[in-house]
């Protein structure tokens, strides 16, 4: 079946640096893409989502980039804080349809080193 | 309070007991998910409910059970709990074409 995974399942970076997250996924009909962030004991957190007819989204220290020719999704975190440390998980779905459910990936444990 | 709040936040039961996980929500979504995650792995899809009169198993539905009481109510229940269903339980709702909102998670462990 299709399915969404993580290239790197654990990062980890020094405070202050960028951080570059990487996901492949595998439905080309998929045009919808989320990443999130999960904390220890706590549920998954929106952070940011991207749709097929753009190659680049920026949020607040966060930028995701989608390469459709090579089914790549990245998730970007400048100037990573400790604060960052966490699972993050990207998911995709095709929001075209009625079956609209969202495929995630394993997850990057994103560990900040003070 | 929570946009989607889950009940109870920790929980053990022994093996072949019944166990509910309820979740209510307050963001006016009309679909709602349950999900299950094991450590070191993603969420995988338990049921899935588009409206009130419609379910759908994910999947790994087997072992469990849902009912959707009213749009802003969906529970899980184990019928007959075994060890392997020892995970952190996760509700969503969302909306068509905009991501989940997640709850916080019940953490529930079959001994």
């Known amino acids: 079946g299709e399915s969404v995974g993580l290239h790197l399942p654990t990062l980890s970076v020094q405070e202050g640096d960028n951080s570059i997250i990487n996901c492949a996924y595998s439905?080309?009909?998929?045009?919808?893409f989320i990443w999130y962030k999960q904390e220890s004991g706590k549920g998954p957190q929106f952070i940011i989502d991207?749709?097929?007819?753009?190659d680049k989204r920026q949020g607040q220290r966060v930028t995701v980039l989608l390469n459709k020719t090579v089914k790549h999704l990245s998730l970007q975190i400048a100037a990573t804080q400790p604060g960052d440390s966490a699972v993050y998980f990207c998911a995709e779905t095709f929001s075209g349809g009625s079956n609209y459910k969202l495929t995630f990936g394993k997850g990057t444990l994103l560990t900040v080193n003070p | 309070d929570a946009d989607v709040t889950q009940t109870p936040r920790n929980r053990i039961t022994k093996t072949g007991k019944r166990i509910m996980l309820e979740c209510s929500q307050t963001k006016g979504h009309d679909r709602m998910y349950w999900y299950r995650q094991d450590p070191g792995l993603g969420l995988q899809l338990i049921y899935y409910s588009f409206d009130v009169k419609d379910i759908n198993k994910g999947e790994i539905s087997d072992g469990y059970s849902v009912s959707r009481q009213a749009q802003a109510k969906f529970s899980l229940s184990l019928e007959s709990a075994i060890p392997n269903q020892t995970a952190l339980y996760f509700c969503a709702t969302s909306d068509p074409g905009d991501g989940y909102t997640f709850g916080s998670g019940t953490r529930l462990t079959v001994v």
């Open positions: 991207i749709r097929s007819n753009m």
């Open positions: 439905n080309s009909a998929s045009d919808y």
